[in-house]
């Protein structure tokens, strides 16, 4: 069964623009964590914030914010004020454990 | 954060010859490494999980024969692509478990073409 759900293949946002790009998950576990990572077009994997389950604040990193709704279970991320540098793709992944599941991605492109 | 390498880059091989990835740990003892596939524009999955000193843990589907993984120090781990094919032909991840809970590090990478 699919444990992390990315249902937006590709997106489009205009610079300076929020985007917010969504992740449902799936577990039984209790203890559980959710990172979004980005990959450019070189394909390294650049971390860009984390959740716990038991974190009661949204986290935020900058420009990064995650709105973790834990009874719907979703952490979509959200970007402020994009640059054309964000242009890439976007994996959201679940930890159960030290294994990381990721969902299908969202490719974001950012217009100027 | 901890720093990753892989090595090779990026390798093209003919069918049917073996191919080795190294995943080195710059800073940091890992006893456990995680290797991933990508095929274009999909996700990462795992393949198998790279334990110090003991046989790796492979994910279903995946054939322990032909990625072969060995983790002889708490620095290094590798995956042989054994008896290669056009279909193994994609990008190769290694990733540091057992660091922290609310980061995991990733290498930057190995992108293996299969003629």
């Known amino acids: 069964a699919q444990k992390i759900t990315q249902t937006q293949p590709g997106m489009f946002v205009q610079e300076k623009e929020a985007v917010t790009l969504d992740c449902t998950y799936d577990?039984?576990?209790?203890?559980?964590?959710l990172f979004w990572y980005k990959q450019p077009s070189s394909g390294e994997m650049i971390f860009l914030i984390y959740q716990g389950s038991y974190d009661q604040q949204n986290a935020t990193e900058g420009r990064y914010s995650l709105n973790f709704q834990k009874a719907r279970k979703s952490a979509n991320l959200v970007i402020s004020a994009s640059q054309l540098g964000d242009s890439a793709m976007y994996f959201c992944?679940?930890?159960?454990?030290?294994?990381?599941?990721f969902g299908a991605g969202t490719t974001v492109t950012v217009r100027a | 954060g901890a720093v990753v390498s892989q090595h090779p880059s990026r390798v093209i091989c003919k069918s049917g010859t073996s191919v080795k990835i190294e995943c080195r740990s710059l800073d940091f003892q890992a006893t456990t490494m995680f290797w991933y596939r990508q095929f274009p524009k999909q996700s990462l999955m795992l393949m198998a999980t790279?334990?110090?000193?003991?046989?790796?843990?492979?994910e279903q589907g995946v054939e322990k024969d032909k990625f072969l993984i060995n983790h002889a120090s708490l620095t290094l781990s590798t995956l042989t692509v054994t008896s290669a094919h056009p279909e193994d032909s994609s990008f190769y991840i290694c990733?540091?478990?057992?660091?922290?809970?609310?980061?995991?590090?990733f290498g930057p990478g190995t992108r293996l073409t299969v003629l």
């Open positions: 577990t039984s576990d209790p203890s559980y964590g």
């Open positions: 992944a679940m930890r159960e454990g030290y294994k990381l599941s």
């Open positions: 790279s334990n110090e000193g003991s046989k790796a843990t492979y």
């Open positions: 990733g540091l478990g057992q660091i922290s809970y609310n980061e995991q590090f």
